[in-house]
């Protein structure tokens, strides 16, 4: 049997890196939206039909008469579909988050590969201000500013899962869409940081499109 060749070997030890469309990732964050969205409804259309087949079998307490709603009394109406969209919102937030930060975990682990462990915070920022934004969204983060105690706020002032979010409905619909799609990109920061040992908190914010900031705090200890 002969050996294999060396440029064999050396492609099964690190295979070759494989390349995707640059808009991939847009279309995969607007699907992945729908997706979960939809996935909400029907999870609790599920819990809810339970709820009603246990307590027609007299499982659990028949659930409470539904108050009555004044037809004329529109506050009302309008205010329980706004908590209802609140909540959903939310619990879609929250999925998109988890999934960037398995994201971003993989991502940092690739990145920093070959590299010695971050010596301070600032360090791990400093990386996710450099590369690991040039590997998700292809450019460095526009600035950076910290206050030495743990808080660090990066701006992208053209940030890329954001710049093509619009609306008929106007600017206040456009910038709440907005604000559900950086929850991903929250995440994968979130994620990519905890891999390397700094677990803390992003906050996204967005006032005007397509800029966005995000606040990380991390322990003073870090």
């Given amino acids: 049997m002969q050996p294999a060749p060396a ?6 030890a690190d295979p070759p890196t494989r390349m995707v469309d640059g808009a991939v990732m847009d279309y995969f964050l607007i699907e992945a939206v729908n997706a979960l969205r939809v996935s909400s ?40 579909k706004i908590m209802g969209s609140v909540e959903e919102e939310e619990s879609i937030r929250s999925r998109l988050e988890a999934i960037g930060m398995h994201v971003g975990g993989n991502f940092a682990e690739r990145l920093c590969r070959d590299r010695s462990l971050f010596s301070d915070s600032l360090d791990a920022i400093k990386f996710v201000c450099k590369e690991l934004w040039v590997s998700c ?25 954001i710049a093509r979010i619009s609306s008929w409905e106007g600017r206040q619909e456009a910038l709440r869409r907005a604000k559900l799609y950086v929850a991903l990109p ?11 040992g700094f677990h803390g908190t992003v906050v996204p914010e967005i006032t005007t499109l397509p800029q966005c900031t995000f606040q990380i705090k991390l322990p003073k200890n870090t």
């Fill in 7 to 12: 440029n064999a070997l050396s492609t099964l």
């Fill in 41 to 80: 409804a029907v999870a609790a259309a599920r819990a809810k039909k339970i709820e009603r087949d246990m307590a027609e079998a007299g499982l659990l307490p028949p659930p409470p008469p539904a108050k009555q709603q004044n037809p004329r009394d529109s506050t009302s109406s309008t205010t329980g």
């Fill in 137 to 161: 969204w292809d450019k460095q983060v526009d600035n950076l500013r910290t206050n030495h105690r743990g808080v660090y706020v990066l701006q992208d002032n053209a940030f890329k899962p």
């Fill in 186 to 196: 929250a995440g994968i920061i979130r994620g990519a940081l905890s891999r390397i």
